[in-house]
Protein backbone atom coordinates (compact mmCIF):
# COMPACT_ATOMS: atom_id res chain seq x y z
CA UNK A 1 0.00 0.00 0.00
CA UNK A 2 1.30 3.62 -0.76
CA UNK A 3 -0.17 6.59 1.51
CA UNK A 4 -0.51 9.70 0.17
CA UNK A 5 -0.07 12.17 2.78
CA UNK A 6 -1.36 15.87 1.98
CA UNK A 7 -0.64 18.68 4.84
CA UNK A 8 -3.48 21.47 4.60
CA UNK A 9 -3.83 24.80 5.63
CA UNK A 10 -6.77 27.17 4.33
CA UNK A 11 -7.00 25.46 1.30
CA UNK A 12 -10.61 26.51 0.90
CA UNK A 13 -13.47 24.73 -1.54
CA UNK A 14 -10.75 23.90 -4.05
CA UNK A 15 -9.68 21.12 -1.68
CA UNK A 16 -12.43 18.78 -2.56
CA UNK A 17 -11.37 19.14 -6.02
CA UNK A 18 -7.57 18.23 -5.29
CA UNK A 19 -8.13 15.12 -3.14
CA UNK A 20 -10.41 13.62 -6.30
CA UNK A 21 -7.99 14.45 -8.58
CA UNK A 22 -5.13 13.09 -6.39
CA UNK A 23 -7.50 10.25 -6.17
CA UNK A 24 -7.90 9.53 -9.25
CA UNK A 25 -4.26 9.20 -10.14
CA UNK A 26 -3.59 6.72 -7.04
CA UNK A 27 -6.35 4.88 -8.72
CA UNK A 28 -3.77 3.75 -11.28
CA UNK A 29 -0.93 2.66 -9.04
CA UNK A 30 -2.87 0.21 -6.67
CA UNK A 31 -3.53 -0.16 -2.72
CA UNK A 32 -3.64 3.55 -1.52
CA UNK A 33 -4.81 5.72 1.46
CA UNK A 34 -4.72 9.45 0.94
CA UNK A 35 -4.58 10.75 4.72
CA UNK A 36 -5.06 14.61 3.94
CA UNK A 37 -3.81 16.57 7.26
CA UNK A 38 -5.51 19.52 8.50
CA UNK A 39 -3.18 22.08 9.75
CA UNK A 40 -5.93 24.08 11.76
CA UNK A 41 -7.43 25.80 9.57
CA UNK A 42 -9.57 28.84 10.09
CA UNK A 43 -11.67 28.19 6.65
CA UNK A 44 -14.15 25.56 5.02
CA UNK A 45 -10.99 23.53 4.44
CA UNK A 46 -12.41 20.80 7.42
CA UNK A 47 -15.82 20.76 5.98
CA UNK A 48 -14.55 20.18 2.54
CA UNK A 49 -11.83 17.70 3.97
CA UNK A 50 -14.57 15.26 5.96
CA UNK A 51 -17.20 15.68 2.91
CA UNK A 52 -14.31 14.12 0.88
CA UNK A 53 -13.32 11.24 3.36
CA UNK A 54 -17.44 10.62 3.30
CA UNK A 55 -17.52 10.71 -1.03
CA UNK A 56 -14.46 8.46 -1.38
CA UNK A 57 -13.15 5.61 1.52
CA UNK A 58 -9.53 5.97 0.38
CA UNK A 59 -9.54 9.30 1.88
CA UNK A 60 -8.43 9.24 5.95
CA UNK A 61 -8.18 13.02 7.80
CA UNK A 62 -6.67 14.16 10.05
CA UNK A 63 -7.51 16.81 11.61
CA UNK A 64 -4.66 19.02 14.16
CA UNK A 65 -4.65 22.64 16.19
CA UNK A 66 -2.44 24.97 13.82
CA UNK A 67 1.39 23.66 14.15
CA UNK A 68 2.83 23.80 10.83
CA UNK A 69 3.52 22.05 7.73
CA UNK A 70 6.13 19.77 9.18
CA UNK A 71 3.99 18.65 12.07
CA UNK A 72 1.41 18.19 10.11
CA UNK A 73 3.75 16.00 7.99
CA UNK A 74 5.16 14.34 10.78
CA UNK A 75 1.84 13.32 12.26
CA UNK A 76 0.39 12.14 8.61
CA UNK A 77 3.31 9.82 8.37
CA UNK A 78 2.91 8.21 11.53
CA UNK A 79 -0.97 7.33 10.81
CA UNK A 80 0.17 6.01 7.80
CA UNK A 81 -0.08 2.41 6.75
CA UNK A 82 1.27 2.01 3.53
CA UNK A 83 4.93 0.24 3.56
CA UNK A 84 5.32 3.57 1.03
CA UNK A 85 4.97 7.19 2.25
CA UNK A 86 4.42 9.91 -0.40
CA UNK A 87 4.45 13.62 0.96
CA UNK A 88 2.58 15.86 -1.51
CA UNK A 89 1.19 19.95 -1.19
CA UNK A 90 -2.27 20.13 -1.25
CA UNK A 91 -2.40 23.22 -3.73
CA UNK A 92 -1.42 21.21 -6.79
CA UNK A 93 1.51 22.99 -7.72
CA UNK A 94 3.09 20.07 -8.60
CA UNK A 95 0.28 18.02 -10.29
CA UNK A 96 -0.38 14.33 -8.59
CA UNK A 97 0.23 12.49 -12.08
CA UNK A 98 4.00 12.66 -11.08
CA UNK A 99 3.62 10.47 -8.37
CA UNK A 100 3.54 7.50 -10.96
CA UNK A 101 6.84 8.26 -12.35
CA UNK A 102 8.06 8.86 -8.92
CA UNK A 103 6.99 5.29 -7.82
CA UNK A 104 8.61 3.99 -11.24
CA UNK A 105 12.26 5.81 -10.83
CA UNK A 106 12.02 4.00 -7.11
CA UNK A 107 11.52 0.81 -8.92
CA UNK A 108 14.07 1.16 -11.47
CA UNK A 109 17.00 2.75 -8.92
CA UNK A 110 15.93 0.72 -5.66
CA UNK A 111 15.53 3.63 -3.83
CA UNK A 112 14.65 4.45 -0.25
CA UNK A 113 13.76 7.61 -1.08
CA UNK A 114 12.71 9.68 -4.55
CA UNK A 115 13.10 13.81 -3.70
CA UNK A 116 11.46 15.87 -6.37
CA UNK A 117 13.84 18.61 -7.27
CA UNK A 118 12.84 21.70 -9.07
CA UNK A 119 16.48 22.34 -9.75
CA UNK A 120 17.24 19.20 -11.65
CA UNK A 121 18.05 19.35 -15.56
CA UNK A 122 14.85 18.40 -16.55
CA UNK A 123 12.98 19.92 -14.36
CA UNK A 124 10.21 22.62 -15.77
CA UNK A 125 9.23 25.31 -13.79
CA UNK A 126 6.99 27.96 -14.07
CA UNK A 127 8.14 30.00 -11.25
CA UNK A 128 8.71 33.70 -10.41
CA UNK A 129 12.22 35.01 -10.36
CA UNK A 130 12.41 36.19 -6.84
CA UNK A 131 10.84 32.52 -5.57
CA UNK A 132 14.29 30.85 -7.85
CA UNK A 133 16.28 33.53 -6.41
CA UNK A 134 15.28 32.50 -2.79
CA UNK A 135 16.16 28.59 -3.92
CA UNK A 136 19.60 29.15 -5.21
CA UNK A 137 20.64 31.03 -1.69
CA UNK A 138 18.97 28.43 0.29
CA UNK A 139 20.34 25.48 -2.23
CA UNK A 140 24.21 27.39 -1.76
CA UNK A 141 23.65 27.94 2.30
CA UNK A 142 22.46 23.78 2.51
CA UNK A 143 25.41 22.93 0.19
CA UNK A 144 28.14 24.60 2.60
CA UNK A 145 26.25 23.56 5.91
CA UNK A 146 24.95 20.03 5.24
CA UNK A 147 26.86 18.57 1.78
CA UNK A 148 23.26 16.43 1.07
CA UNK A 149 23.49 14.39 -2.12
CA UNK A 150 20.45 16.77 -2.82
CA UNK A 151 20.16 20.08 -4.40
CA UNK A 152 16.24 21.13 -3.44
CA UNK A 153 15.30 19.93 0.11
CA UNK A 154 12.17 21.94 -0.24
CA UNK A 155 10.13 20.55 -3.24
CA UNK A 156 6.62 19.32 -1.18
CA UNK A 157 6.65 16.08 -3.61
CA UNK A 158 8.71 12.85 -1.95
CA UNK A 159 8.28 9.17 -2.00
CA UNK A 160 9.58 7.30 1.27
CA UNK A 161 10.62 3.69 2.76
CA UNK A 162 7.80 3.96 5.46
CA UNK A 163 10.65 1.73 7.79
CA UNK A 164 13.13 4.80 6.94
CA UNK A 165 10.90 7.45 7.11
CA UNK A 166 9.91 6.78 10.64
CA UNK A 167 13.11 6.12 12.06
CA UNK A 168 14.58 9.51 10.69
CA UNK A 169 11.33 11.34 12.24
CA UNK A 170 12.40 9.89 15.59
CA UNK A 171 15.40 12.64 15.09
CA UNK A 172 13.06 15.45 13.82
CA UNK A 173 11.97 18.21 16.06
CA UNK A 174 11.14 21.07 13.36
CA UNK A 175 7.40 21.89 13.22
CA UNK A 176 8.16 24.19 10.47
CA UNK A 177 9.69 25.33 7.04
CA UNK A 178 12.99 23.23 7.74
CA UNK A 179 11.41 20.25 8.78
CA UNK A 180 12.50 18.77 4.94
CA UNK A 181 16.04 19.69 5.38
CA UNK A 182 16.08 18.25 9.04
CA UNK A 183 14.21 15.10 7.93
CA UNK A 184 16.17 14.53 4.73
CA UNK A 185 19.33 15.16 7.24
CA UNK A 186 18.34 12.19 8.88
CA UNK A 187 18.05 9.92 6.14
CA UNK A 188 21.51 10.85 5.04
CA UNK A 189 22.97 9.86 8.09
CA UNK A 190 20.52 6.49 8.19
CA UNK A 191 22.75 5.97 4.89
CA UNK A 192 19.08 5.90 3.09
CA UNK A 193 19.45 5.72 -0.59
CA UNK A 194 17.94 9.23 -2.25
CA UNK A 195 17.56 10.02 -5.80
CA UNK A 196 16.42 12.86 -7.04
CA UNK A 197 13.51 13.08 -9.67
CA UNK A 198 12.53 15.78 -11.21
CA UNK A 199 9.24 17.94 -11.82
CA UNK A 200 6.26 20.01 -13.19
CA UNK A 201 5.63 22.87 -11.16
CA UNK A 202 2.32 24.60 -12.12
CA UNK A 203 2.78 27.98 -10.01
CA UNK A 204 -0.19 29.41 -8.75
CA UNK A 205 -0.15 33.07 -7.97
CA UNK A 206 -0.97 33.56 -4.14
CA UNK A 207 -1.51 36.37 -2.13
CA UNK A 208 1.10 37.11 0.48
CA UNK A 209 5.16 35.67 0.38
CA UNK A 210 8.01 35.34 2.19
CA UNK A 211 9.24 38.84 4.37
CA UNK A 212 11.83 39.75 6.59
CA UNK A 213 10.19 37.15 9.81
CA UNK A 214 9.53 34.25 7.76
CA UNK A 215 13.27 34.48 6.40
CA UNK A 216 14.70 34.87 9.87
CA UNK A 217 12.86 31.82 10.65
CA UNK A 218 13.77 29.99 8.08
CA UNK A 219 17.41 30.53 8.91
CA UNK A 220 17.67 30.45 12.39
CA UNK A 221 15.53 26.67 11.97
CA UNK A 222 18.57 25.83 9.47
CA UNK A 223 21.15 26.83 11.97
CA UNK A 224 19.16 25.02 14.77
CA UNK A 225 19.00 21.97 12.61
CA UNK A 226 22.95 22.18 11.71
CA UNK A 227 23.89 22.60 15.36
CA UNK A 228 22.19 19.61 16.39
CA UNK A 229 23.76 17.39 13.70
CA UNK A 230 27.36 18.53 15.04
CA UNK A 231 26.12 17.37 18.69
CA UNK A 232 25.67 13.68 17.10
Given amino acids: MISVVMPIY ?34 LSPLEIDRAATTFHEIHPLHLSHSGKGE ?16 MDSDLDLPPEQILFFIAIQKARNADAVIGSKMHTDSTVDYPFHRRLYSWGYYILIKILFNLPLRDTQTGLKLFRKTLLLQ ?11 FDLELLAQLSRLKARMVEAPVVVDFKLKFGG ?11 DTYRTWRKLQRI
Avoid at 72 to 87: E, H
Avoid at 210 to 220: C, D, P, Q, V, Y
Fill in 168 to 178: ALQQTTLKGFA
Fill in 210 to 220: IGGKEIFRILN
Fill in 72 to 87: ALRQGALKARGDWVIF
Fill in 10 to 43: NEGTSIFVNLEKTREVMRLAGDFEIIPVNDGSTD
